[in-house]
T-cell receptor
Framework: DAMVIQNPRYQVTQFGKPVTLSCSQTLNHNVMYWYQQKSSQAPKLLFHYYDKDFNNEADTPDNFQSRRPNTSFCFLDIRSPGLGDAAMYLC??????????????FGPGTRLTVL | GNSVTQMEGPVTLSEEAFLTINCTYT??????LFWYVQYPGEGLQLLLKATKADDKGSNKGFEATYRKETTSFHLEKGSVQVSDSAVYFCAPHRGKLQFGAGTQVVVTP
């Protein structure tokens, strides 16, 4: 089945220790998104890639970076995690073809714990 | 800018009861409208969508109609099951998804 895959599902890191979360997709979608979702809150968009073009949200901290080496994979790098970065991180993908609204499909998420 | 208001939860109801979750939005133009569902510990799943006025989205017994005149997209299900217990997010899309705060639904046997 075509899908969005996130690994690992659970990640524990230490305060200040860089961590990378990964997302892959078999949908051949040209847009990939990263969201942060804290407990009992709505997801918050951090950034997205439209093909190779990186689009950062204005209020995303510099501590968060992303890489997209190819169509299928996208990574979220947190350079120096703080306690406030503990959250569920959701990857989503969509196909944007220039007309209409692209529908986003989400992965299962990675829950990050910062000790 | 855009904003979306969902009814507050938790909404607790018994199995086979009728469910309504209200959602209203403010927006310029006519955004596409989405409902996503999030089961405990999981990511979001697309539940249904509508892209223009008077469209009705439906899936798994859930329905929502795009009401331009009232800027609403209320979610309904005629007979809920315990497995419908989840958090439901209303999300207009205009350039990007604008999620509501989410409504937790708890269905008891």
């Amino acid at each position: 089945d075509a899908m969005v895959i996130q690994n690992p599902r659970y990640q524990v890191t230490q305060f200040g220790k860089p961590v990378t979360l990964s997302c892959s997709q078999t949908l051949n979608h040209n847009v990939m998104y990263w969201y942060q979702q804290k407990s009992s809150q709505a997801p918050k968009l951090l950034f997205h890639y439209y093909d190779k073009d990186f689009n950062n949200e204005a209020d995303t901290p510099d501590n968060f970076q992303s890489r997209r080496p190819n169509t299928s994979f996208c990574f979220l790098d947190i350079r120096s995690p703080g306690l406030g970065d503990a959250a569920m991180y959701l990857c989503a993908t969509s196909r944007r073809d220039g007309g209409g609204t692209d529908t986003q499909y989400f992965g299962p998420g990675t829950r990050l714990t910062v000790l | 800018g855009n904003s979306v208001t969902q009814m507050e939860g938790p909404v607790t109801l018994s199995e086979e009861a009728f469910l309504t979750i209200n959602c209203t939005y403010t927006a310029t133009g006519y955004p596409s409208l989405f409902w996503y569902v999030q089961y405990p510990g999981e990511g979001l799943q697309l539940l249904l969508k509508a892209t223009k006025a008077d469209d009705k989205g439906s899936n798994k017994g859930f329905e929502a109609t795009y009401r331009k005149e009232t800027t609403s997209f209320h979610l309904e299900k005629g007979s809920v099951q315990v497995s419908d217990s989840a958090v439901y997010f209303c999300a207009p899309h205009r350039g990007k998804l604008q999620f509501g705060a989410g409504t937790q639904v708890v269905v008891t046997p």
